[in-house]
Each structure stands twice: as C-alpha cells, then as structure tokens.
C-alpha cells in the first residue's frame, strides 16, 4: 500500500460502516489516511488519521503482504462504457472481493435500478421495496430464449443477459429436464423482509411458463409476473398456486 492509494476504512460510528479513504504516507508500524468524501466533481478530505500494521508475512512493511486494522483495499472505479458492457454483473471478477467491496458493489448497482448480482453461480437479490420493470412478458421470453440457445450449446460468443432470479429458474428447469434428468433445489435465503416469498413467487412463474407449451396462449400469466394475483385457470398454475400456499407452513 503506497500513498495515493485507495482503499477502505472501516468505521464503528455512522451510518456507513466503510469510508473511502486514500494513503497520505506509510511508516513502518501504520499508515496515515484520510477520507474521501464525493461531491460532484469535486473531492474534500476530512482530518487525517493513523490506522496501526497488524501483520506482514514479507520480510519489511514495503510488502504487499502488509495488513493494517480496519483497511481494505478498494477496487478501482468502473467507468460507464465498462457499466455498460456488464463489467460488474459478477462479483467473481472483482481484484478484490471482502466486505466493503461486495456492500459497495451492491449499492452502486442497486442505486442504477440493478437489484440482482452474481457471485459465481450465486445470486444475490436486494429487496427494493417498490415494483420495478424486471418481469414483464418480454424479459422472461428474453431470459427463455437464452436458456434455450443456452441448453442448445449455440450463442457461446453472444453477449449474455445481465443477472436475473430467472437465470437461476430457467437452469435449473433445463438441468432438470436434460436427458440426465437431474434432480433440483432451489435455496432462497434472507432475513425477514428480504423478499424470499416474492421471489419464490416468481421462480414459480417462471417455471410454470417454461412447462406450458409454447403454442398454448392460456399458459402462462396473463399480467406481470410477480403480481400477487394471477387471473388464470390453467391447471399448471393451480398446481403453482397450492405450493405457493403453502409457503407459510413451509417458513
């Protein structure tokens, strides 16, 4: 760690429990930092601060090795042409992966209307407290058509879809229905409010278009998936509605 350096500095006070913060300079036993606070285009710092060396494998603090109490480093700021080209869809790709750096990830997607992340074959889901145009008729046939051409191992240099609670459905419908026949669990896991029953809703939905012929109109949801009523009679949606009624016995 060099000064110049960006990373984050946790804090035990405040809303925000990592700050971003830059290297001012390095002594043997700690580092002094200073917090960077945006503000447009401008930046101003707060008081520096000294932040003690906890461990350092390497033979002197110069190393890499160097590990200092309530530091981490930050990864560097993605531009909007490398936003665009889906650079931060997946965690995984991330230099460096620990706790500031999966909370800030999150929350730069969250904030641009992205609720869902990947972390490997992983999907972490924000709850956004509001209905969001990400299930309409059109995005599960997009997410429909890229797991078929997907099943069909064709499209390999196709760009794929950004990360979606249907791309975990539709793999697990089309591994389910391989020739294999492979069985499939599905977890959804979260604290109370986090969205498990919407989700698990939407799975659902998923799912039960996916099994309805594509030629048959009456199969699949009329409306917009994730609504909490579903006005058809289909007998594969009855079936999808007794397992979600029994979602709170399950929980």
């Not at 995984?92 to 992205?114: N, W």
């Not at 240099?157 to 069985?183: C, F, T, W």
Request: charged share 25%; aromatic share 6%.
């Amino acid at each position: 760690m060099e000064a110049g350096t960006r990373v984050w500095s946790y804090e035990s006070s405040g809303e925000d429990p990592w700050i971003l913060s830059e290297i001012i300079s390095r002594s043997d036993n700690s580092i002094k930092l200073k917090h960077i606070i945006a503000g447009g285009e401008e930046e101003s710092s707060k008081s520096s601060f000294d932040r003690p060396l906890l461990t350092n494998d390497a033979a002197n603090s110069s190393s890499e090795g160097a590990k200092y109490e309530g530091v981490e480093l930050a990864n560097a700021q993605l531009s909007e042409a490398d936003i665009a080209e889906g650079m931060d869809n997946d965690m995984i790709s991330l230099p460096h992966l620990h706790e500031p750096a999966i909370l800030h990830a999150v929350s730069e997607r969250y904030f641009r209307g992205e609720i869902y992340t990947w972390t490997g074959p992983v999907l972490i889901a924000v709850n956004p407290f509001q209905r969001l145009p990400l299930y309409t008729r059109e995005i599960l046939e997009s997410y429909r058509q890229e797991g078929f051409i997907r099943s069909q191992n064709l499209g390999d240099n196709a760009k794929p879809l950004g990360p979606h609670v249907y791309s975990i459905a539709d793999r697990s419908y089309r591994q389910m229905m391989a020739e294999e026949r492979k069985s499939q669990s599905i977890l959804i896991s979260g604290e109370s409010g986090a969205g498990k029953t919407e989700t698990t809703k939407i799975v659902m939905l998923y799912l039960t278009t996916l099994g309805t012929p594509e030629g048959d109109s009456s199969g699949g949801p009329n409306v917009e998936v994730g609504v909490e009523e579903v006005h058809d009679s289909n007998e594969k949606l009855s079936i999808m509605e007794r397992v979600l009624q029994s979602n709170p016995i399950l929980e």
